[in-house]
């Protein structure tokens, strides 16, 4: 047995790594305490930058690290000459690309690198460019990289054209690059502004059937990635966002004004401002949303003084002539007790709408067209229904899963064209290739669930528009969220009953007609939502899993709930629930359990 080698075992071998492990623990938690002790005492010198070193070389996502070597290097640009200086900066940018070679996803190295250059007087930007082309070689979907060459981009001013051509080398190399398509989006409205168009606005109709047929070529070479299918819906969302007013309510008995807008707004930010006017004299109200949040929304109310009416009166009737004023941002005059006007002039678009009403005896309301049918590019819906229409030739939906060019990608882009071209013509078709959808891609059947009751939801907004009712019936439609609240400011009726929906949003508290909500027979455990509604009168929400008394609290906020329908909630099993319950909710005559 003498004169041979031995073979360790598995065993040997585990316990010598352990070993290792230990041994290298125990310095890099030495080095690491002699940085901090280094720190704290405010020796910050280059023998903390040699520490550094050595827990960076092998760790580069120690952050707090970083944060040192830039407060050293900060320390010793007062001390170093300019030479001292600049081979100091020389060796730091060594050492960050040696760091990248560990890890080329590192958020703390790419970030201290940003930093170093921006201190340099005069950076070599066509370095760093090269950098990033290396780096992009051996992974052109590194985003981290994506994002630094945006920077050094930005700061070399390189021309868009030049870094448009860069993402079509990669993309042809390979399709599935999101940081590349997405960069793509960025440099074409640059490339080709529009008159009276934003940074995300439209693009030349020649330009989108250039890009369009580039992302087809990428859906034909790998219809299963998802990246190209992304870049496709953002060219086809090219038309410009409309900024509407909504709606205007006003409402004497709760002597509230109301304004619901096409997007959020934050009211008391230099951008947005909203004036309540009274015979062109600014009144000082103080605006909020229903919620009392007052975070960027939709809706916005304020209350007013019944006070005004009659002297608004006198002063119409003594014959004086209303006068108008220009405002920036959103204003409320009142020009007298049967006329109000309403204009809106946004900064961003500066446009600007005015609507003319009659206040009747209790309340006054307008609404504009609805926003909910987001508009497409011309060229985006040229040759859509020629493509929709061959879709629809399909005997079976369910064929579809055979077809393999058709992916979940697809199948949702199809679902997006049918919307945007009529969502109430295909809202049959819809509903068929969500259910296809949810076969194809299981995993993501929790969102497609919440994209179904969005586009229902909307739907059913817009029947109900065209019908000019205030009535919205929502029951049996197997939603599992709620939006576009705020387009039911109006509402005076909501059935949502079966459902699958699980909680009442905050943003139930936009509407502010609401008299009568069904919801029973959901899962809902939280009333959080049911809060400030002026006229609810009556609640319903049976067969729902509110659990405690304490959820139904929010309830105290509505004044005129007179009915409150608790029966086949776990709630109603406790012991003197009624009496708890008379106690917590006063106000309510009635409440079934």
């Known amino acids: ?45 280059e023998s903390v930058l040699e520490l550094t070193s050595q827990i960076l070389g092998a760790n580069p996502d120690f952050a707090t690290l970083w944060n040192c070597r830039r407060e050293v290097l900060q320390q010793l640009e ?29 958020y703390g190295t790419w970030h201290h690198r940003c930093w170093l250059l921006g201190r340099l007087p005069e950076p070599n930007w066509a370095r760093e460019l090269e950098l990033c082309a290396r780096f992009l070689e051996v992974d052109e979907r590194n985003f981290h990289c994506w994002d630094y060459r945006r920077f050094v981009a930005t700061q070399a001013a390189v021309p868009p054209a030049e870094e ?3 993402t079509d080398s990669l993309i042809t190399r390979n399709f599935s690059n999101y940081s590349s398509w997405h960069y793509r989006s960025c440099l074409l409205p640059q490339l080709h502004p529009q008159p009276d168009s934003g940074p995300q606005g439209r693009l030349p109709e020649d330009v989108l059937l250039k890009e369009l047929e580039l992302v087809q070529n990428a859906f034909f070479t790998d219809p299963n990635d998802q990246s190209a299918w992304f870049y496709h819906r953002w060219l086809l969302g090219r038309a410009d966002p409309q900024d509407a007013l909504r709606c205007l309510h006003v409402s004497r008995d709760e002597a509230c004004l109301t304004v619901s807008f096409s997007r959020p707004l934050l009211v008391g930010s230099r951008t947005e401002i909203l004036l309540l006017m009274v015979d062109d004299s600014p009144l000082i109200v103080e605006w909020r949303t229903p919620d009392g949040r007052n975070r960027p929304s939709h809706v916005w109310g304020a209350p007013f003084n019944h006070l005004l009416f009659p002297q608004a009166a006198r002063r119409a009737g003594a014959g004086t002539p209303p006068r108008t004023s220009s405002y920036s941002g959103v ?46 590019s011309s060229v985006a819906l040229r040759g859509q229904q020629e493509g929709l229409r061959r879709v629809e030739a399909e005997e079976d939906p369910g064929e579809i899963l055979l077809f393999p060019a058709l992916s979940s990608g697809c199948l949702l882009t199809i679902i997006l064209l049918m919307r945007a071209l009529d969502p109430l013509l295909y809202e049959k078709e819809t509903l068929q290739y969500f259910q296809t959808l949810k076969a194809v891609d299981p995993m993501r059947a929790a969102y497609l669930d919440d994209l179904r009751s969005k586009f229902l939801l909307e739907n059913s907004v817009l029947k109900m528009e065209y019908a000019e009712v205030r009535v919205l019936h929502l029951a049996h439609k197997d939603l599992t ?15 949502l009953s079966h459902n699958r929906l699980r909680t009442l949003p905050p943003a139930l508290a936009a509407l502010r007609c609401l008299e009568v909500l069904q919801a029973s027979d959901n899962a809902i455990e939280s009333l959080d939502g049911v809060t400030n509604l002026p006229r609810l009168q009556e609640l319903l929400l049976c067969n729902n899993r509110l659990q405690q008394p304490a959820a139904l609290q929010p309830l105290a906020s509505c004044p005129r709930l007179v009915l409150l329908n608790l029966q086949g909630n776990p709630l109603c099993q406790a012991m003197g629930i009624l009496e708890h319950l008379a106690e917590l909710l006063p106000s309510v005559g009635s409440i079934l359990t």
Request: one cysteine or more; glycine letters at 2%.
């Open 78 to 106: 007062t001390q170093k000459s300019p030479e001292e200086l600049a081979a100091l900066v020389k060796a730091e940018l060594g050492f960050l690309e040696s760091c990248l070679r560990v890890n080329p996803k590192s």
């Open 1 to 45: 047995m003498h004169g041979r080698l031995k073979v360790k075992t598995s065993e040997e071998q585990a316990e010598a790594k352990r070993l290792e492990r230990e041994q290298k623990l125990k310095l890099y938690q030495s080095a690491t305490q002699a940085v901090f002790q280094k720190r704290q005492a405010g020796e910050l010198d």
């Open 331 to 376: 204003s409320c005059q009142w020009r007298s007790p049967q006329c109000c006007s309403l204009s809106w002039n946004p900064v961003r678009s500066c446009r600007s709408w005015s609507l003319r009403i009659n206040v009747r005896p209790h309340s006054v309301r307008v609404c504009s067209h609805s926003p909910l049918r987001e508009p497409l």
């Open 481 to 495: 969220v709620l939006c576009h609240l705020e387009q039911l400011l109006l509402v005076t009726h909501l059935d």
């Open 164 to 166: 448009l051509a860069f």
